[in-house]
């Protein structure tokens, strides 16, 4: 009886154990677990280290970067006349000039970064386009009147010049060229208005172009927050360097959609020092229209692909029509520089000295062609 005994409280302690060990590790094997109560939750290892140095690292280039950048408010005078028939001649020639014209005020704002330290500002062409005053507001509250240095239409930059007394913060330029997309990115400015603003989002893509904005476009594709006021402000990496002046919105109604773009740090540093040094920019020029090629051009052509642009117009007298270039060649090197497209002929002509002679590599009815171009002078843009 005692051996019966030990063996039935044996069984009993290892079947006690047996549910012990089911309860805890694999209840959903139990019969009633699901009526339980009790849900079974896949939770990720925790980290070791909690990652801070992401929003750190961001308010420290916010602070690095906002000294530097400023709101500008320009105004402009225009003169209206007190009676609606003073344009009419019939009307001044009855009634000669009695009336002088009324002056009003047109205000617009936008943004500028400070590039060196006593006081030159790099802000957008279209910023102070036309204006009579222009007023510069620092981060610090100071405030100063600004008078414009220069400006390029063509790539929509400007330089304007305030004095005030000690150094100023100067803006640190970065190196856009190493940029990829997904890095994250702040812009500064003042969006409507409302004073100095930082916004975050990542580069949504680079060296856009063909975008019609401007003559010559390589823009930097954000998706921080850009809003009206903001045009000129600044661009800066998670270092708080410049990398793009804030140009422009993709926006059917004037607020952000998520698509803005900069112009590259390292296109309006290369405007902004001709600006200083002589009051404009220089480009080169041959007079010659093109076109880009398509499959279709470039089967009807027989070329083997579509790198190079197609010469649909020669100006008169231009360097082009000098050298013997004629409509219908097919232009795929200039100056030892491959053409791919009509940025890059753009872009390679541009970059070179007036007056500097080139090699210029075409094909004219199937056949390779060199000719010796003079390069002249970019024609200053007609005014609208």
Known sequence: MRKHWLLFTQTVTVALALLFIVQTLKP?????????GVVTLYESAPQAVEDKNLATGLSAAAQKAMPAVVNIFTSTIIKTPIHPFMDDPRFRFFFGDPWDDVPQSSSSLGSGVIVSQDGYILTNHHVVEAADQIEVALADGRKAKAHVVGSDPETDLAVIKIELPGKLPAITFGHPERAQVGDMVLAIGNPFGVGQTVTMGIISALKRDHLGLNTFENFIQTDAAI????????????????????????????????????????????????????????????????????????????????????????????????????????LIAIDDQAIDDWNTMLETVANLPPGKAVTARLMRNGAATSLLVKIGKRPKPREP
């Open 28 to 36: 959903e094997l139990l019969p009633n677990a699901a009526r339980s």
């Open 227 to 330: 809003n009206p006021g903001n045009s000129g402000g600044a661009l800066v990496d998670v270092n708080g360097n410049l990398i793009g002046i804030n140009s422009a919105i993709y926006s059917p109604n004037g607020g952000s959609l998520g698509i803005g773009f900069a112009t590259s740090a390292n296109t309006a540093k290369k405007t902004m020092e001709q600006i200083i040094q002589s009051g404009s920019v220089t480009r080169g020029w041959i007079g010659a229209g093109v076109q880009e090629l398509t499959p279709e051009l470039a089967e009807s052509f027989k070329l083997g692909s579509t790198k190079g642009v197609l010469i649909t117009e020669v100006i008169r007298n231009s360097p082009a029509e000098q050298a013997g270039i004629k409509t219908g060649d097919i």
